[in-house]
């Protein structure tokens, strides 16, 4: 059973670690803290996302074997299944640099209960070598894994995590003709790209309680959230949903609902809280979830904590939006 993707604020989930085991020489990679990793996904749908996505790059996806990613789309299925939530999907990063190899790691992500996936352009490539000029590699790159993948494609444009390499609206609008191109994670922050293809593709859109099917368009930074629904998008991807759920999922939903003042209010708060945490990446979303939550741990190598100090400003930035954040009821 694959769940369609629907409208909504969706969590790129954090991956989380069981303390590493140390030598006196070595420090070994970390095994998968499972009982966190489903904690976490069933606490973010009960506070209102509408769906989950394992293995981005805020999941650590580039430092995970391909069978704990595998086994990190299971986790989730099953304690969302587990929870009475079967009804939501999951979207499963799934780049890699060739098709042969992102196409296992789909398979893999479709055995263990994804819907669709959410793939980035390579990397190698990205940044130019090997790759000629113009970008039309890397566009025959989505069509060939398009043509073969058992799960809808999301394509993934965030030209930080892609050695430069932007996707531009012409290019995503060919990739949009794909049967198996279902939509994209605009992580480019470009609300103008966004408008220019939503323009000529029928999006998903949501009503709250009446969402349509077609082409999602996705925001990937919380601080557009509002901006993309205002030029028809389906909502949002966002590492802040992992931190603030709730505060994420009433900016789209008054932006749905077309409660423009409340709503840009609502976005200014959210935008000036995430930059704490954005720009801290990872390190920083964990730190959070360790003061508030009692979970969160390190990152896995080569990514570092924060320092004791670090972890005290970052907490003491965002203290009075995470009490806004705490007033909120879940939805779920």
């Not at 790059?57 to 299944?81: C, H, W």
């Not at 200014?268 to 920083?284: C, F, M, N, V």
């Not at 390190?298 to 009490?323: F, N, V």
Request: hydrophobic fraction near 45%; charge should be negative; include cysteine.
């Amino acid at each position: 059973m694959t769940r369609a993707l629907v409208a909504g604020i969706y969590a790129p989930t954090q991956t989380f670690f069981l303390p590493a085991a140390t030598t006196s020489s070595n420090q070994k990679p970390a095994a998968l803290d499972t009982a966190t990793i489903a904690k976490h996904a069933v606490r973010l749908v009960k506070a209102g996302c509408t769906g989950l996505v394992c293995n981005g790059s805020n999941g650590e996806a580039a430092l995970l074997t391909a069978a704990e990613r595998a086994q990190v789309v299971k986790i989730t299925r099953e304690a969302l299944d587990a929870a009475g939530f079967s009804q939501v999907p999951i979207i499963a990063g799934t780049s890699a640099n060739s098709v042969s190899d992102t196409l296992a790691l789909t398979h893999e992500a479709a055995t263990a209960g994804a819907d669709a996936v959410l793939v980035l352009s390579p990397t190698f490539v990205g940044g130019g070598v090997g790759m000629g000029p113009g970008g039309a590699g890397i566009e025959r790159f989505f069509q060939l894994v398009a043509d073969e993948s058992p799960l809808p494609l999301v394509l993934y444009n965030y030209p930080a995590a892609a050695a430069g390499f932007d996707l531009d609206s012409d290019a995503l609008l060919r990739l949009a003709a794909h049967p198996n191109i279902v939509g994209t994670k605009f992580t480019c922050g470009s609300v103008g790209k966004m408008a220019r293809v939503i323009g000529q593709v029928a999006p998903v859109v949501s009503e709250l309680d009446n969402t349509t099917t077609g082409y999602i368009a996705f925001s990937g930074v919380a601080d557009f959230i509002l901006p993309a629904v205002i030029v028809g998008g389906s909502g949002a991807i966002v590492g802040a949903a992992n931190v603030f759920p709730r505060a994420c999922v009433e900016v789209y939903n008054l932006s749905v609902a077309g409660k423009l003042a409340e709503a840009r209010t609502k976005q200014q708060a959210l935008a000036k809280a995430d930059w704490s945490l954005t720009k801290r990446a990872i390190p920083g979303f964990k730190t959070i979830l360790d003061h508030y939550h009692g979970y969160g741990g390190s990152p896995r190598l080569p990514i570092l904590p924060i320092s004791t100090e670090g972890a005290k400003e970052m907490c003491d930035e965002i203290a009075e939006y995470m009490k806004y954040e705490q007033s909120l009821p879940d939805i779920a």
